[in-house]
């Protein structure tokens, strides 16, 4: 007969909050102001050529097909990634909820992540361990990771990446996010986490210091890999804001951990998580 504990094991949970955070989010409101003033722009020339601009989204919400494009923009916007994006994958972490729209953003997002060797090993890891991306409104965030661990360890973990970024911001910035989460996801499966044993130094406003510097780290790699290390030329926007953090990460751990302290202090942090 196989033998149960006596008590269900305690589950605790732990939110890891972010990616680029909302200090990234005011400058992507300026940004997302000119682009909406570049798809007027390309819509118009799509008018004059008589092609009507949204015949492959018309089954979609406006502002969900606008965001469609919005982002097909921004691909042509910038330095282009140093390396090419891997081929499509058989299988994507996404879940079934997520609409069709946010999908296909989110698959190319993982084809660029899928790009460097880091990308890719975090890739396989969401893979093999059921850690699957959704996407909701998120009102300062721009994606956290849940997880969830008992005293046998980790349990389970769920990326939930905010809509308004997966529709505004560009391919790199979003597989950026991606990474990051991703790392959160690892060092939660691997017991890396600080949460475990409670070593986490922890901002005021709840964010697990700890936790941020590392995935803010491997976004800061990711980035480097994509653009070098002078990061993105013509970056503007949230791709400043990668910029700004990968200039950060190369100055070395005590600059970088203060950079990450400073942009996660934020009282917004965690709202309506
Ligand atoms: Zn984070």
Same mark, same amino acid.
Request: proline content about 4%.
């Given at each position: ?23 990234? %989010?005011?400058?992507? +409101? ?5 682009? !909406?003033?570049?798809?007027? !722009?390309? &819509? ?15 089954? /979609? ?39 069709? *729209?946010?999908?296909?953003? +989110?698959?190319?997002?993982?084809? !660029? +992540? ?11 890891? +969401? *893979? $093999? ?34 809509? $308004? ?8 910035? /979003?597989?950026?996010? &991606? *990474? ?6 690892? %060092? ?19 964010? $697990? !210091?700890?936790? #941020? ?11 480097? #890999? /994509? ?16 910029? %700004?953090? &990968? ?16 942009? %996660? ?5 965690? *709202?309506?998580?």
């Amino acid at each position: 007969m196989q033998q149960y504990p006596q008590f269900e094991p305690e589950i605790d949970e732990n939110a890891s909050l972010d990616a680029t955070a909302g200090c990234f %989010r005011a400058i992507g +409101l300026a940004m997302a102001t000119t682009v !909406l003033a570049l798809v007027t !722009l390309i &819509l118009g020339i799509w008018a004059a050529i008589n092609v009507p601009p949204l015949t492959a989204f018309d089954n /979609l919400p406006p502002e969900e097909a606008v965001g469609r494009v919005v982002t097909v923009a921004l691909d042509d916007i910038g330095e282009t990634p140093g390396v090419e994006p891997a081929a499509p994958a058989e299988w994507y972490p996404i879940d079934d909820t997520v609409n069709v *729209v946010y999908t296909g953003v +989110l698959e190319r997002a993982f084809d !660029l +992540l899928r790009a460097t060797d880091e990308g890719a090993r975090l890739f396989d890891v +969401l *893979v $093999e361990n059921d850690v699957l991306v959704s996407v909701e409104e998120l009102p300062y965030n721009a994606g956290y990771t849940r997880t969830r661990w008992s005293w046998y360890g980790w349990v389970g973990s769920h990326i939930v990446i905010d809509a $308004e970024s997966v529709r505004s911001r560009n391919l790199d910035t /979003l597989a950026a996010i &991606l *990474v990051h989460e991703a790392a959160h996801a690892e %060092r939660a499966i691997t017991g890396e986490a600080c949460f475990y044993e409670e070593t986490c130094d922890t901002l005021p406003n709840g964010v $697990e !210091l700890t936790e #941020e510097i590392a995935a803010h780290g491997a976004e800061a790699r990711f980035w480097q #890999e /994509l653009f070098g290390a002078d990061g993105k030329r013509f970056a503007y926007g949230s791709d400043s804001g990668q910029n %700004r953090l &990968l200039e950060a990460w190369q100055k070395g751990d005590t600059a970088f951990a203060s950079f990450v302290r400073s942009i %996660r202090g934020d009282d917004r942090e965690g *709202v309506g998580i």
